[in-house]
């Protein structure tokens, strides 16, 4: 079965460290750029970050800019989202998407698809 496996995610006081995993499964990743999303209660989707394939560029949204960073080991077929200094505006489930057209998948974009989508893992920043 083609999927995306999420894994991470948990509650964590302001000011701390989460970081989220995205595993492929039965495909390879390193054919697909890929983007991370959020989407808080009453709140539409946001896109945070993505990375391209081969390059490894990479683009994230104005609100986690320095503080998140996604990076991708192909070897294991696996993309991360690091997150640092984390508030409580950044409670959300968070999501992966995977996508051979990394235009959509990056924040700033007026319309976000994929291929394949994760299940969600809930991050949670409270005191």
């Known amino acids: 079965q083609l999927q995306l496996v999420q894994s991470g995610g948990g509650l964590v006081q302001p000011g701390g460290s989460l970081r989220l995993s995205c595993a492929a499964s039965?495909?390879?990743?390193?054919?697909?750029?890929i983007g991370w999303f959020r989407q808080a209660p009453g709140k539409e989707r946001e896109a945070v970050s993505c990375v391209s394939s081969s390059l490894g560029v990479t683009n994230y949204a104005d609100s986690v800019k320095g503080r998140f960073t996604i990076s991708r080991d192909n070897a294991k077929n696996t993309v991360y989202l690091q997150m640092n200094s984390l508030k409580p505006e950044d409670t959300a489930v968070y999501y992966c998407?995977?996508?051979?057209?990394?235009?959509?998948?990056?924040?700033?974009?007026?319309?976000?698809?994929?291929?394949?989508w994760g299940p969600g893992a809930q991050v949670t920043v409270s005191s």
């Open positions: 998407a995977a996508s051979p057209l990394l235009s959509r998948l990056c924040p700033g974009q007026d319309a976000h698809d994929a291929d394949f």
């Open positions: 039965g495909f390879s990743l390193d054919l697909y750029a």
